[in-house]
């Protein structure tokens, strides 16, 4: 099955830059995209097709994605934005897959 | 606006059935896929099973292929979850999640959630 690893954990200082990682085989030939769930909440799309934002995500998120590293970073970081950060995408033989999971702490 | 709105959870015995619910509002339910997501106490998300726009594709996750079916009401705008064989590992928040395209196979995301309802096996 398809796997796709992210750190456990990143912190990050008010106004700093965050960047989360997701790494797969061969990511980078695939569509990444991102759910931000804050505590107690449901996942929110943050971003889709490695780098494309919905409108209500903020611009101080971006995406890439190349050879087998995918990577969600959040400029500027607020306070609002701790929370869980999970990547995913679809792979043929396992449907639909999520990373492990980042939980971004703000200090 | 987009709604989705999961009923249906509560306490299942190991070996026993439960089915879930996810009623939609705010958009052309009929033309987008639609999925139901899990989330363990304290663990990461997992894709349980999606169904294509009109009803046509199933798929699911290996975890569940065999006990669990998937079904959709288009004319009631509503998504549902038959579980059976409950075992303890499938203790979970079960989140509604609606596709962005009809179909199912290929590198699409889910671009609205519901609230989830929460199963719990246990006997």
């Known amino acids: 099955s398809y796997v796709l690893a992210q750190p456990p954990s990143v912190s990050v200082a008010p106004g700093e830059t965050a960047r989360i990682t997701c790494g797969g085989n061969?990511?980078?030939?695939?569509?990444v995209h991102w759910y931000q769930q804050r505590s107690g909440q449901a996942p929110v799309l943050v971003i889709y097709f490695d780098s494309d934002r919905p409108s209500r995500t903020p611009e101080r998120f971006s995406g890439s994605n190349s050879g087998n590293t995918a990577t969600l970073t959040i400029s500027r970081v607020e306070a609002g934005d701790e929370a869980d950060y999970y990547c995913q995408v679809w792979d043929l033989r396992s449907g639909h897959v999520f990373g492990t999971g980042t939980k971004v702490t703000v200090l | 606006e987009v709604l989705l709105l999961e009923s249906g959870g509560g306490l299942g015995q190991p070996g026993g059935s439960l089915t879930l619910s996810c009623e939609a509002s705010g958009f052309r339910f009929g033309e987008y896929a639609m999925s139901w997501v899990r989330q363990a106490p304290g663990k990461g998300l997992e894709w349980v099973s999606s169904i294509r726009g009109g009803g046509s594709d199933k798929d699911y996750a290996d975890s569940v292929k065999g006990r669990f079916t998937i079904s959709r009401d288009n004319s009631r705008n509503t998504l549902h979850l038959q579980m059976n064989s409950l075992r303890v590992e499938d203790t979970a928040v079960y989140y509604c999640?609606?596709?962005?395209?009809?179909?199912?196979?290929?590198?699409?995301?889910?671009?609205?959630w519901g609230q989830g309802t929460r199963v719990t096996v246990a006997s």
């Open positions: 999640a609606k596709d962005r395209a009809v179909t199912i196979r290929g590198g699409d995301h889910f671009d609205y």
């Open positions: 061969n990511i980078g030939t695939k569509s």
